[in-house]
């Protein structure tokens, strides 16, 4: 065996090295912990939970909207929210480029969690649309395009939302009924 050839010295430094990045390891573990998951949640490796997506949709549309504001939005006030978020990332953009500071841009897994968070707790009016209009507002936004062609019933975060309502809002629901993942719990 490779450790058998060593003298006792050496073994001891070999073990005290691997022992130390171990430790130093295991430390980071657990001290980024956290942020490696959010990460890994804001990049669409892990999904977010319900309340997570609304806790990330109130935080970062807040950064420009109150909640107030967004939960007046309506069917008659314009395009469904999916082509809002999609404006609104491309807002972003443009602001940031503009050398404007503060403003988080958002994933694309961040995109598709917002947009069925405000679609539960606002309405969905997707139906309301033809549906090569909403396409073409989209503007080739991958991850919202595929969010659009996923039924109403495989949206997780928008079926388990499904019986809330932002204060205020005033709410139209799409035709497909919403029911929520468990309905022992309700929603």
């Not at 909640?67 to 008659?76: A, W």
Request: hydrophobic share 40%; net charge positive; aromatic share 8%.
């Amino acid at each position: 065996m490779f450790l058998g050839c060593m003298d006792r010295n050496r073994k001891k430094w070999l073990l005290i090295g691997v022992g130390s990045v171990v430790f130093v390891f295991a430390l980071l573990t657990v001290l980024f912990w956290d942020r490696a998951i959010a990460e890994l949640k804001a990049q669409g490796y892990i999904p977010y939970t319900p309340s997570e997506a609304q806790a990330l949709a109130v935080t970062k549309c807040s950064q420009c909207h109150s909640t107030e504001r967004i939960s007046k939005y309506c069917f008659r006030c314009g395009p469904p929210l999916i082509v809002v978020v999609h404006n609104m990332r491309t807002l972003i953009r443009l602001e940031r480029a503009k050398g404007k500071k503060g403003i988080e841009d958002y994933t694309d897994a961040q995109a598709v969690a917002i947009a069925q968070v405000w679609n539960a707790l606002v309405g969905n009016w997707e139906d309301t649309w033809r549906r090569q209009d909403i396409v073409k507002l989209l503007e080739g936004d991958k991850a919202l395009l595929e969010l659009l062609d996923t039924p109403i019933e495989e949206r997780h975060i928008e079926v388990a939302l499904s019986g809330k309502m932002a204060p205020g809002a005033y709410r139209y629901n799409q035709k497909t009924p919403l029911k929520p993942a468990n309905p022992s719990k309700g929603p």
